[in-house]
């Protein structure tokens, strides 16, 4: 049903990407695609190599084996510039903002708008900073103040903000809620549906159960550094999942979700 | 509510502000209690000459502590920078000696401090070498060339041009007094002070207006963080690495000039005084923060407490106890305000 469309161009594809730390393998193997306007979730046991799978779609760790490509075509992302280049954004589980500096310059660290003399365009960036943070959370107000002294939430806030105040294409959300309330937490699936629809592919590294059934089409699940499944969210329940996660396997006598009840 | 909110917030912001003021308003207390004690030991220290001693060498640790601030702002040290003017000094002269016209000579010898800057900055990005270990070793490297090409030996006689960016000064008035003898009516401005001036701008407004100087901060603050952003991390620091041989060049000319002796021996341990000027204007050590206008404070105050010390005939040897002293106080203060 809402499996991916066969014949139409995956926005992303990656094949049999591995990443050896020494003797580790984080990543062992593992494909993956996603299509256009889908949310894709990515579970897993702690340690179990999301981040680094994410991680070398958006530049940030070169993988030590495999494939990548972006629309189809072979793409080589050797950093986050390049993968930038190819609309990718990421929103990292460590946020990565410069402590020092104010919510617009880490808005627009790498990319500052300037003036035409080259100069920083300092009330420019604090304008657009103030409009795009302002509808994540209108209680948004100090913006001049080093990042530092946020919230952990609206540190995550400046995170997503600088993810999807560009061209973004394909996004990366390595756990975007775990520093939020509840009410910024419903903005966030608000704003991944608002995404989706705009056919924004997307993958969702998260653990919390509940936000994957609401907002995934599909699921992947790793274990130990391999894919251990991809699922339509229709096919397995939330069971299915913890037995993937943990066991890294389906229950015995696994029958898809929704042909259980068509049964 | 939402008046109440951005009072808070004004609050909030004149707090900071007035935490950025508080440091620089110290450092300038610092400054004027060190002038008013050292005038009090002695009437000579507040002359017109001795106003224009305590300018040049300032102007000195100034030109090395703005590059000192843009290497400390990325999370960096550079400890090279009394050796580069060393030899950037000693080149400026041997070319000078040997025929070369002074401004050609002078460029040159800029370019051997931006030369050794930026061989710091590969070392300490491609070889992952610390910069502490990286610059320790330039500090051997530059101070062995200097002392090799020259054989240790002082290189005197340059030539009346060679002296004037030392001891020059603009607009400058002298007047045949009755007695047949020159007298001094305007001392004018030493063209040291007036570099100093210009550096500074421009280092100032290479740190607020334009892009690099956002990404010195950002490297500084969160490497990895400016790293994922796209910032440029390695060319960044190697920027600011080679900025500060530059400096260090430059400042090494200005004080040969003013010798009217190129001197491979000279610098010995400025880099003290560049960081020591930084740090007390506030940079911290740990990266992400410092400014230009306060390593020119923290010259000034590291420039008239020698100079002062001197006046007042404390030996070479007390003066060194006393700046260790300030250097460690000062990186202590530092880390008290890091610790909040
Ligand atoms: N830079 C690194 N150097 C060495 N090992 C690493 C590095 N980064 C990750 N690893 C290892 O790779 C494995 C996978 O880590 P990863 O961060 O991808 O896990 P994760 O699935 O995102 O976990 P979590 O749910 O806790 O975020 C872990 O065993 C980790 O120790
Ligand atoms: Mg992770």
């Not at chain 1, 209108?138 to 530092?148: E, H, R």
């Not at chain 2, 106003?51 to 300032?58: I, N, P, S």
């Not at chain 2, 070793?137 to 005197?156: E, K």
Request: charged share 15%.
């Amino acid at each position: 049903m809402s499996s991916p469309p066969s014949g139409q161009t995956p926005l992303v594809e990656l094949v049999d990407i591995e990443k050896h730390f020494g003797g580790v393998r984080a990543v062992n193997g593992v494909s993956a695609d996603l299509y256009p306007g889908e949310v894709v979730g990515v579970l897993g046991h702690n340690g179990a190599g999301k981040s680094c799978l994410m991680r070398i779609l958006s530049g940030a760790m070169m993988p030590s084996h495999g494939q990548i490509r972006v629309r189809g075509e072979d793409a080589h992302i050797a950093s986050p510039h390049d993968a930038r280049d190819l609309g990718i954004e990421t929103i990292y589980q460590t946020l990565a903002l410069a402590d020092h500096l104010d919510a617009p310059s880490n808005l627009f660290l790498g990319r500052e708008l300037r003036t035409k003399f080259g100069n920083l365009d300092d009330k420019r960036m604090l304008e657009e900073a103030r409009k795009v943070l302002h509808t994540l959370n209108p209680n948004f107000t100090n913006l001049t103040d080093p990042v530092s002294s946020l919230s952990g939430g609206q540190r995550q806030v400046i995170a997503i903000a600088r993810a999807i105040y560009f061209d973004v294409k394909i996004l990366i959300m390595d756990e975007p809620t775990a520093a939020l309330g509840p009410s910024e937490t419903a903005m966030v699936a608000d704003l991944i549906r608002k995404l989706k629809a705009q056919g924004i592919g997307i993958f969702l590294v998260s653990h919390d159960m509940h936000d994957v059934f609401e907002l995934c089409d599909r699921i992947m699940v790793m274990n130990k550094g391999r894919n251990v499944g991809s699922h339509p969210i229709e096919e397995v329940s939330k069971d299915d999942v913890l037995s993937l996660i943990i066991k890294g396997g389906l229950p015995d006598n696994w029958v898809p979700r929704n042909r259980e009840v068509a049964q | 509510m939402d008046l109440s909110l951005t009072s808070i917030r004004s609050k909030g912001k004149q707090l900071n502000m007035s935490a950025e003021m508080f440091h620089k308003l110290s450092a300038f207390l610092t400054l004027m209690i060190l002038i008013i004690v050292f005038a009090f030991g002695n009437a000579a220290f507040l002359s017109v000459n001795n106003g224009l001693t305590v300018l040049l060498q300032t102007s000195v640790i100034g030109l090395l502590g703005i590059g000192m601030t843009l290497v400390i702002i990325t999370g960096g040290i550079d400890l090279s920078v009394g050796s580069v003017l060393a030899l950037s000094g000693t080149v400026t002269g041997m070319l000078v000696k040997s025929g070369m016209p002074v401004v050609p000579a002078m460029l040159i010898g800029v370019l051997v401090g931006a030369a050794c800057g930026l061989f710091n900055g590969f070392v300490i990005t491609k070889m992952k070498i610390t910069p502490f270990v990286a610059t320790l070793g330039m500090m051997l490297i530059a101070r062995g060339v200097a002392l090799q090409l020259t054989g240790a030996a002082p290189i005197s006689r340059l030539g009346e041009a060679f002296g004037v960016l030392g001891n020059g000064a603009l607009f400058r008035v002298v007047e045949q007094g009755a007695n047949g003898f020159p007298r001094v009516v305007f001392p004018g401005i030493p063209y040291p002070a007036i570099l100093l001036v210009i550096v500074a701008l421009a280092g100032g407004y290479l740190l607020r207006r334009r892009r690099l100087g956002r990404h010195i901060y950002a490297t500084g603050s969160n490497e990895e963080a400016a790293r994922l952003a796209g910032v440029e991390v390695d060319r960044t620091k190697i920027t600011a690495y080679a900025l500060s041989g530059a400096l260090a060049g430059l400042a090494g000319i200005v004080l040969m000039s003013r010798l009217v002796t190129a001197q491979p021996n000279e610098g010995v341990m400025y880099e003290l005084d560049a960081i020591a000027a930084a740090v007390v204007g506030g940079a911290s050590l740990m990266g992400g923060v410092g400014n230009i206008s306060g390593t020119m404070l923290g010259a000034f105050i590291i420039g008239v407490l020698r100079n002062g010390l001197n006046m007042a005939g404390v030996s070479a040897f007390i003066q060194q106890i006393i700046i260790g002293f300030v250097v460690i106080l000062a990186v202590y203060i530092d880390q008290l305000r890091n610790r909040k």
